[in-house]
């Protein structure tokens, strides 16, 4: 086994792990907190595929924004056991179903999907911030600018809700 | 009103300019204050090694005078305490008996001499209204304790060593 | 000599200079307490601490072994594993962000070159960019797991702070990526090697970025997150004994780092003018070059103190007013003059 397998399989057991942990722990602080170390490991297998500017990007985006305002809230909601409400029987149906048919229909994408092997020697280079630049800005121009824009909306959305009071 | 000074400043209350809106040059004005006063020389008193200075009329904790001979000035005639303005000090007179000649100078002598330096303000009346030279005040200062109790002095901690004993 | 595919000699090197990177960043936030205290007497008319040693250099020690022997209180109510990983996390992303900033050239040791940088990863601001945010979790965790509503607030406070001005740093940092062209910091140290210092081209944006590393260290005048008096104290309001020294401590360090960091954007990092015509070469320019970096950090902490001791505290809605209504908008005409420019330059 080389250094690579070890670390890989060390992070997956990681991700796996606290992927779980989100799920289960009844404390939503503890959730949060499992899913930052989940993103972390993610984080790690970016690094791991050489793409260093997703992994970055990962950890600014994810850790250490996104993340933060989950924690907020959650912090600041103060939950707790006592306060939480008795949820209902048929939703916990509708959940279960809605669940399983998601995982229907992403195995059967990953049944049909062909799992295209990555060349290492070829494309190691690919997550680099100058390849990345380059396919971005030239290929998908278009795209990324019309998702600037859906951002910028988003925030004039914020900024009018904001101002209402 | 006259004023009282020449040093008196009208408040400036118009509404800030640009320059001042941006506060950059009253932040360097701010800085270069403080960066002077790092080379000011230092006001620190290093105590133990060094001490500071008493002026010459300094008054400071009491003692209880005696003459020459040793024998206590003080003749309990209460000037001391009628004088002080914080009623700190009290005391109990006695006669003096056969024998005690070379203890205290007078037939009459404080057999109890209190003060209590916590309601004392130095303010140095006792010493002014002595009419024996008894009380007198010293370039010391009452120091820290843990007890109230502690800064009641009694004539203990007040008179003064004998000469005669000494020599 | 390998194993599992790594050499252990490349190894022991970076094994090495990792520790070497700790133990200076240790070492300087320690005597920046002794530093600020003095700082603080000078400025104040005072000596500060003379006792410890001579011209009291024993005094970080002392303090940090007072520390180490207080009585360790967890309150009753507080979450224990969280409680004390706010502490730990504050130190882990202090120490992380050395990894990345070259602290010299190579040194030459026979044969082989030792490069003064434990890691020039090709992202190298964004690395430091995303460890200052990760800093935001030691604040919050500490803060919500002390279960006191004061340092729940404080922490909110914190780390609306460093989001904030997280924001304005970071486009004050485009601009000096727009210049430089690589997001390695190696790579920009060369060019003010061969150049001028970037602080030329780039006077505004260092100053935004002065402005956010001071509120980013929660240095005064940005101290709220840990206003002693007015607030009630801050997100560390529980703790006690070495695990508040550890927070305390990670803000020197983080202040230690940010000054280097400025030195190395913007005022030439390990470089320094006339660096090529003195005659010098190998490792005694490089040993040189290392001190001008020193030299320059320990200027900026002094700067640090300096302005701690000046400025009063800014209240919460200046704070913010500042970070979202003056320093976004400058950090973004910034940009726009610094792209206009570049872009009339290659035309």
Same mark, same amino acid.
């Given at each position: 086994m080389s250094l690579h397998e070890i670390i890989f399989i060390i992070l997956s057991v990681v991700s796996i792990v606290t992927a779980l942990g989100v799920i289960i722990s009844k404390n939503p602080v503890n959730s949060v907190l499992s899913l930052i170390v989940l993103f972390f490991s993610i984080t790690c297998h970016y690094v791991m595929l050489n793409a260093q500017f997703l992994a970055i990007v990962n950890f600014i985006v994810y850790m250490g924004a996104i993340m933060v305002l989950f924690l907020f809230v959650i912090m600041l909601l103060n939950l707790n056991s006592e306060l939480e409400p008795q949820k209902r029987n048929w939703l916990k149906y509708a959940g279960a179903v809605s669940g399983g048919a998601l995982l229907l229909v992403i195995t059967g994408i990953l049944r049909s999907a062909s799992m295209a092997s990555l060349d290492m020697n070829t494309a190691s280079d690919i997550g680099l911030i100058k390849n990345l630049g380059n396919v971005l800005f030239k290929q998908y121009v278009v795209p990324f600018e019309i998702s600037s824009i859906l951002f910028l909306s988003a925030m004039i959305g914020a900024v009018v809700l904001g101002k209402k009071d | 009103m006259e004023a009282l000074t020449n040093r008196a400043q009208a408040v400036d209350r118009r509404p800030m300019n640009f320059w001042e809106r941006i506060y950059i040059p009253a932040i360097m004005k701010g800085l270069g204050i403080t960066f002077k006063h790092l080379?000011? =020389? =230092?006001?620190?008193v290093r105590f133990p090694e060094e001490t500071r200075q008493f002026s010459p009329v300094f008054r400071g904790l009491h003692v209880l005078n005696r003459d020459e001979e040793g024998r206590e000035n003080c003749t309990a005639c209460g000037l001391c305490a009628v004088a002080c303005p914080a009623e700190a000090i009290t005391m109990e007179a006695a006669e003096r008996k056969e024998g005690e000649e070379h203890l205290y100078r007078e037939e009459k002598y404080a057999a109890r001499y209190e003060i209590n330096m916590l309601r004392c303000i130095f303010c140095g009346f006792c010493e002014e209204a002595c009419p024996k030279d008894a009380i007198y005040m010293t370039e010391t200062f009452a120091p820290a304790n843990y007890q109230r109790k502690g800064f009641i002095y009694g004539k203990d901690d007040l008179l003064i060593p004998n000469p005669k004993e000494k020599a | 000599m390998t194993f599992l595919g790594i050499d252990l000699l490349f190894a022991l090197e970076k094994i090495l200079l990792i520790s070497a990177v700790l133990a200076v960043s240790l070492v300087v936030a320690m005597y920046c307490t002794w530093g600020e205290r003095k700082v603080a007497g000078w400025i104040q008319d005072r000596i500060g601490p003379?006792?410890?040693g001579p011209l009291g250099l024993l005094q970080p020690l002392a303090d940090g072994g007072k520390l180490f022997f207080k009585e360790e209180i967890i309150p009753t109510n507080a979450n224990r594993g969280l409680f004390i990983l706010g502490p730990s996390l504050a130190m882990l992303t202090a120490c992380m962000t050395g990894a990345v900033l070259p602290w010299g050239d190579t040194l030459t040791f026979g044969n082989t070159q030792v490069s003064l940088q434990v890691a020039d990863i090709n992202v190298g601001i964004l690395y430091i960019f995303g460890v200052v945010g990760l800093g935001v979790y030691g604040i919050m965790i500490g803060g919500w797991a002390s279960n006191n509503k004061f340092s729940l607030l404080a922490a909110v406070r914190g780390a609306s702070q460093i989001i904030s001005y997280e924001l304005a740093m970071g486009l004050s940092l485009i601009a000096l990526l727009m210049l430089t062209g690589t997001l390695s910091l190696k790579e920009i140290v060369e060019q003010q090697r061969a150049g001028y210092w970037n602080v030329v081209y780039q006077p505004l944006g260092f100053f935004l970025f002065l402005i956010c590393a001071f509120a980013e260290c929660n240095r005064a005048p940005f101290d709220l997150p840990e206003a002693e008096n007015e607030l009630n104290g801050g997100y560390h309001l529980e703790y006690s004994s070495m695990k508040l020294g550890f927070f305390l401590f990670a803000e020197y360090i983080n202040m230690f780092i940010s000054s280097a960091l400025m030195a190395t954007l913007y005022f030439g990092g390990y470089s320094f003018p006339y660096m090529d015509q003195i005659g010098l070469d190998g490792n005694w320019l490089t040993i040189l070059g290392m001190g001008a970096l020193f030299f320059k950090t320990i200027c900026f902490i002094f700067f640090f103190m300096w302005v701690r001791w000046t400025l009063p505290r800014f209240r919460y809605d200046q704070l913010m007013k500042l970070g979202w209504k003056v320093l976004i908008p400058l950090a973004l005409v910034n940009m726009l003059i610094t792209g206009a420019l570049i872009l009339w330059q290659q035309s």
């Open positions: - | 080379f000011r =020389k =230092k006001a620190t | 003379d006792r410890a």
